[in-house]
């Protein structure tokens, strides 16, 4: 069985990062979708309810599956008997950061790294982004999942 590893914050899950899981569903037997646990950071949603968001954008496609993990992607990647990391690229900049990333991976457990290039309908997005433009009522339909949107906003109407 092909495996395949999509890492993480999904801090909310957007179209981009659909997209990639999307193709990634498309080229792998199975994906993994592993949701990062960081404990020096508070997000705005729990590990649990972006794994709930996740599984619910992702449940179309039958070879996804959704976990968490917490330390070296390594290690959970030799865990769950995964060969390979898919990242999306958005632009130069992130490639510099993931070679750096998949070269030490690839040191350390023999992990292959798989870029693949975000579509230009959302080279722009990220996570960050989205909660900014919602929190200040911006409109980002067609950037994230419509269940996604809704549970944004109300979060951010919350706090």
């Not at 569903?25 to 997000?43: H, M, P, Q, W, Y």
Request: net charge negative.
């Amino acid at each position: 069985m092909r495996r395949v590893v999509c890492p993480g914050s999904f801090d909310p899950v957007t179209n981009g990062h659909l997209d990639i899981i999307s193709r990634a569903s498309r080229l792998f037997d199975e994906v993994v979708v592993a949701v990062l646990i960081n404990k020096t950071k508070t997000g705005l949603f729990t590990v649990d309810e972006r794994i709930e968001m996740l599984q619910e954008v992702t449940k179309e496609y039958g070879n996804v599956r959704i976990d968490k993990w917490h330390g070296l992607l390594v290690d959970f990647c030799r865990q769950n008997d995964i060969p390979v990391i898919v990242k999306g690229l958005r632009a130069v900049s992130d490639y510099e950061y993931e070679l750096q990333m998949a070269q030490m991976n690839h040191r350390m457990a023999g992990v292959e790294t798989m870029f693949m290039s975000t579509n230009p309908l959302y080279s722009y997005l990220s996570s960050s982004l989205m909660k900014e433009i919602v929190k200040f009522g911006g409109d980002v339909s067609g950037l994230i999942p419509e269940v996604v949107h809704a549970r944004l906003a109300e979060r951010l109407r919350e706090s």
